[in-house]
């Protein structure tokens, strides 16, 4: 008769030693998924308005709460004064560096 705990310890110890068997190769990323993301970091960096629009969203999401978030995305995306924001943000930063 097994024990509630001692099942319990068979199954962790069983799944544990499982995962030590997984090669752990193929959790790394291949050179062509490397790259990628070294391209994307490079963009990012060099285009610091994509962090301010993705940054925003997020403030506002979380500020606000909205129930219906895809709405509230596209709401936000299409506002005609979010260049504006986004590129007053941009002179803002330029000046406090």
Do not use: W
């Not at 509630?4 to 959790?27: H, L, M, P």
């Amino acid at each position: 008769m097994f024990s509630v705990g001692k099942v319990s310890e068979d199954f962790c110890s069983r799944i544990y030693k499982n995962v030590q068997r997984t090669d752990a190769i193929t959790f790394l990323p291949s050179s062509g998924e490397i790259q990628t993301r070294i391209t994307n970091e490079k963009y990012l960096r060099t285009h610091k308005e994509v962090e301010l629009l993705i940054s925003g969203f997020f403030r506002e999401m979380f500020l606000k709460r909205p129930d219906n978030i895809p709405e509230f995305a596209a709401d936000y995306f299409t506002d005609p004064r979010l260049p504006n924001k986004i590129h007053m943000q941009l002179i803002k930063e330029k000046k406090a560096a």
